[in-house]
C-alpha cells in the first residue's frame, strides 16, 4: 500500500477503480433478473401525481448502471424511458442489456444531455449521495422536466438506525452516524488505498440527507410540493405488506404531523418533488 503511488500520481486514485467497480457490479447482480419491491412501489406510486393516460410518458432515469432493469420495468407499464450514465463501462453494458444502442446516454446528473422541458418524470435511486454537486443536480433535473413533472429521489439517511448498523454503502456498521471528517477521511481511503470499502465504486456516497434536507434543497431549485412514499403508497402496496413496522405506521402517522416526522427520521430517504405546472 506505501509502495502504491511511488510511480503513480496520488490524484489518478487506486489503479483501474473504474473496471474494478464494473466487474464486482456484474459479479454481484447477475442474479438479479426483476426490479426490487422498492422500485415497483416507487412505480406504484406515479400514477398519484402524473396522468398516466397521455399515452407514452417520456421517463428520464439517472444512473441507470449496467442493469438497468428499472428501465425495462418502465417499457412494461408503457413510459417511455432513456437513461443517464457517466462510468462508461456501465453505460455500455446497459445498452447490451436493453438490446437498444441508444436507449442509453452518456453523461452526469450535473449536465444531462436533454433538452429543456422534455421529460414528465425523472428517477433517482441511490444517485443523488454520489454526485458531485448536489444543487447542480437538482437544477438540471428542474431544467428537463416539463410544468408538472415529477422529480423522484432515493437516497441515504443521515438518522436512520438499523440494529446491523449496514447501509449498503461501506462496509463499516454505522456509517452514517460518524462524525463527517471521519466520513471523508474513509472516503479518502477507498478512492486510494482500499477500494473494498465501499464495494469498489468510484464514485462513493459523498452526502447523506434527511428527509427535511431534501424538501430543502428541492425548494432552492424550484420544486414546490413534496411526497414522501408513506403519502403515496396503498395499503396493500407490498413495501407496506411486507413488515409489520410499515403496516403500523401506515395506519396511524399519515395524518399527524409529529409522528409523520417522528417516522421520516427513519423512513425518509425517499422523497417525490413536483415541478409547479404552469397557471
Known amino acids: 500500500m506505501k509502495d502504491l503511488y511511488r510511480d503513480r500520481l496520488l490524484s489518478l486514485g487506486y489503479p483501474d477503480l473504474e473496471r474494478l467497480g464494473v466487474e464486482w457490479y456484474r459479479e454481484h447482480q447477475h442474479d438479479r433478473d426483476e426490479p426490487s419491491a422498492r422500485t415497483l412501489a416507487t412505480l406504484d406510486c406515479l400514477p398519484k401525481l402524473i396522468d398516466v393516460s397521455l399515452g407514452s410518458i417520456p421517463v428520464t432515469v439517472i444512473g441507470c448502471g449496467p442493469r438497468p432493469l428499472t428501465m425495462r420495468e418502465l417499457k412494461r407499464r408503457g413510459y417511455a424511458p432513456v437513461g443517464i450514465e457517466p462510468v462508461e463501462g456501465s453505460a455500455d453494458a446497459a445498452r447490451e442489456f436493453l438490446d437498444s444502442p441508444d436507449a442509453v446516454l452518456a453523461g452526469e446528473a450535473e449536465a444531462i444531455p436533454l433538452p429543456d422541458e422534455s421529460q414528465r418524470v425523472v428517477l433517482m435511486e441511490s444517485v443523488l449521495e454520489h454526485v458531485d454537486s448536489v444543487?447542480?443536480?437538482?437544477?438540471?433535473?428542474?431544467?428537463?422536466?416539463?410544468?408538472?413533472?415529477?422529480?423522484?429521489?432515493?437516497?441515504?439517511?443521515?438518522?436512520?438506525?438499523?440494529?446491523?448498523?449496514?447501509?449498503?454503502?461501506?462496509?463499516?456498521?454505522?456509517?452514517?452516524?460518524?462524525?463527517?471528517?471521519?466520513?471523508?477521511?474513509?472516503?479518502?481511503?477507498?478512492?486510494?488505498?482500499?477500494?473494498?470499502?465501499?464495494?469498489?465504486?468510484?464514485?462513493?456516497?459523498?452526502?447523506?440527507?434527511?428527509?427535511?434536507?431534501?424538501?430543502?434543497?428541492?425548494?432552492?431549485?424550484?420544486?414546490?410540493?413534496?411526497?414522501?412514499?408513506?403519502?403515496?403508497?396503498?395499503?396493500?402496496?407490498?413495501?407496506?405488506?411486507?413488515?409489520?413496522?410499515?403496516?403500523?405506521?401506515?395506519?396511524?402517522?399519515?395524518?399527524?404531523?409529529?409522528?409523520?416526522?417522528?417516522?421520516?427520521?427513519?423512513f425518509g430517504s425517499a422523497v417525490y418533488m413536483l415541478k409547479r405546472p404552469r397557471p
Not at 447542480?136 to 431544467?143: I, N
Not at 471523508?184 to 440527507?209: G, I, K, M
Request: with cysteine.
Open 135 to 266: 444543487s447542480r443536480c437538482l437544477a438540471e433535473c428542474y431544467r428537463v422536466l416539463q410544468p408538472g413533472g415529477v422529480l423522484f429521489v432515493q437516497t441515504t439517511n443521515r438518522s436512520r438506525f438499523s440494529l446491523r448498523g449496514y447501509t449498503g454503502e461501506y462496509r463499516l456498521p454505522f456509517f452514517n452516524l460518524y462524525p463527517r471528517t471521519v466520513r471523508e477521511s474513509y472516503v479518502f481511503h477507498h478512492l486510494h488505498y482500499d477500494p473494498r470499502l465501499a464495494n469498489y465504486t468510484p464514485r462513493p456516497a459523498v452526502h447523506w440527507f434527511s428527509y427535511a434536507d431534501l424538501c430543502a434543497l428541492g425548494r432552492e431549485a424550484g420544486f414546490g410540493q413534496f411526497y414522501s412514499k408513506l403519502d403515496l403508497s396503498d395499503a396493500n402496496s407490498p413495501l407496506i405488506q411486507q413488515r409489520w413496522v410499515s403496516r403500523m405506521l401506515y395506519r396511524v402517522v399519515r395524518f399527524r404531523p409529529w409522528l409523520r416526522a417522528i417516522a421520516l427520521l427513519q
